[in-house]
């Protein structure tokens, strides 16, 4: 961190938040807990470690013992390395309490943003959360965590360029909607953005 946080000229300066990790309740497993409650995607060790300003191995360190910990309190969620990174996910054998609080039963209802964000992945997969926000022109993070949690939609990999995780349908949603494969779903093409659109959105590598 800059000696001189406030000199003339650090542009960096005035967006950085100076904190002391051990001066936090929890130290650096609170810290590292906090950070893991708002990611929507797998975060590395390297990542955590440059945000809160420890070495990676400290990082490491602490995310073992939390999924160690969690595992051996059969908490309802578990902490999980994939894809590189690390998130908190629930554990499986909750899935039928989740199911009825998500679903209602099965009478409940897709939103209009979550019909519409789930067209996009099926038509678009795998296709990335950015992706999908570019072409809905809306933050679309809350939507894609219902369609997970209602087992419409997974993950599949992860983008080789930039890392990104890549979402796809599940056989659920091939039975909910009443199909045998994705080749049965009915041609776009009227409802696709113009070439030139879906131009400039790859050139911004958001298509």
Do not use: C, K
Request: charged share 20%; no cysteine; hydrophobic share 45%.
């Amino acid at each position: 961190m800059s000696e001189h946080p406030d000199a003339p000229g650090d542009s960096g300066a005035e967006h950085q938040v100076a904190f002391d990790i051990n001066s936090f309740p929890g130290g650096a497993r609170g810290a590292v807990e906090a950070v893991l409650m708002v990611v929507d995607e797998p975060v590395t060790e390297e990542a955590l470690a440059t945000a809160l300003e420890l070495p990676v191995e400290d990082v490491g360190a602490v995310l073992d013992e939390l999924a160690q910990d969690y595992a051996a309190a059969e908490r309802g969620f578990m902490l999980r390395r994939l894809g590189g990174g690390w998130r908190i996910y629930t554990r499986p054998e909750y899935a039928p309490v989740v199911e009825r609080f998500l679903l209602g039963g099965q009478q409940a209802r897709l939103t209009q943003a979550a019909l519409e964000t789930l067209a996009v992945i099926a038509y678009r997969q795998p296709v990335s959360r950015a992706r999908i926000g570019a072409i809905r022109g809306v933050n679309v993070d809350g939507v894609v965590r219902t369609l997970l949690a209602r087992g419409m939609v997974t993950e599949v990999g992860q983008d080789p360029s930039a890392g990104a995780v890549l979402y796809g349908t599940t056989d659920l949603f091939l039975q909910r909607m009443g199909l045998d494969s994705l080749d049965d779903l009915p041609a776009l093409a009227p409802y696709l953005p113009s070439a030139e659109v879906l131009e400039e959105l790859a050139a911004e590598g958001l298509a």
